[in-house]
């Protein structure tokens, strides 16, 4: 079981860039969480989604942020024109039946904006 | 909104001996969990506690829920200095059916020789 993957581990974009982050869930699980952490900060809930739906994505910033999970394929964060204060990292979480038996975490995406 | 605070936010302590970190969580929840992060890498589950009195032990580790007075806590016997990492508890928001975990700040904890 390879576990929740991310990719890409580290990524550096320039102000104004977009930023695609990749999540595939554990096999078997449907529902994906992504999460922000900042520098010596814990991890803020951005946005729950389960296949092809968004069900919660209360913790989204309004503009330049979204989130897909469609039917085939991985669920995709996407941050357009990206500002510094974007610089986090970025995990992803799965889980089956909402989390009654946990949450597993990928490894998270680093993403630097210079 | 609920708000869950951890404290201490930094611990340096000595191996050998014993400690508590405590969680505090602002509203009722089903459901809180202790994870540990390295530096740089995710978060590894340690604990899921589901109940009022649930006690969970895995080695020097020990969790606690006490969902009346919205409190958990991990305490940690005889230190060694692998346990050094960064704690954190985290509770299901369970809103209206629509779930995700909110975490506390973490516990930084240094063990020294």
């Known amino acids: 079981n390879a576990g929740v993957m991310q990719n890409p581990r580290h990524l550096v974009r320039r102000r104004g860039q977009e930023a695609r982050l990749r999540c595939s869930p554990m096999k078997g699980h449907s529902h994906v969480y992504w999460y922000r952490q900042l520098p010596e900060e814990g991890l803020k809930f951005m946005v729950y989604?389960?296949?092809?739906?968004?069900?919660?994505e209360s913790g989204m910033p309004k503009e330049r942020f979204s989130a897909e999970f469609p039917k085939e394929g991985p669920s995709i964060l996407r941050i357009q024109q990206v500002v510094r204060g974007d610089s986090a990292a970025y995990f992803c979480a799965s889980s089956r039946d909402r989390g009654h038996y946990g949450y597993t975490f990928g490894s998270g995406t680093r993403l630097t904006v210079v | 909104e609920l708000k869950v605070e951890q404290n201490p936010l930094f611990l340096s302590m000595q191996e050998g001996k014993n400690y508590t970190i405590y969680c505090n969580y602002s509203?009722?929840?089903?459901?809180l969990y202790w994870y540990r992060q390295d530096p740089g890498k995710s978060l590894e589950s340690l604990f899921v506690?589901?109940?009022?009195?649930a006690v969970k032990q895995e080695g020097r580790l020990m969790a606690s829920l006490d969902t009346k007075a919205r409190l958990s806590t991990l305490h940690i016997t005889a230190a060694v200095h692998d346990l050094s990492a960064t704690y954190f508890c985290?509770?299901?928001?369970?809103?209206?059916?629509?779930?995700?975990?909110?975490f506390g700040k973490g516990t930084h904890l240094i063990i020294q020789p």
């Open positions: 985290a509770v299901d928001m369970n809103r209206g059916g629509a779930d995700g975990l909110t």
């Open positions: 506690l589901l109940s009022n009195g």
């Open positions: 989604l389960q296949k092809e739906n968004i069900i919660d």
């Open positions: 509203t009722t929840s089903d459901r």
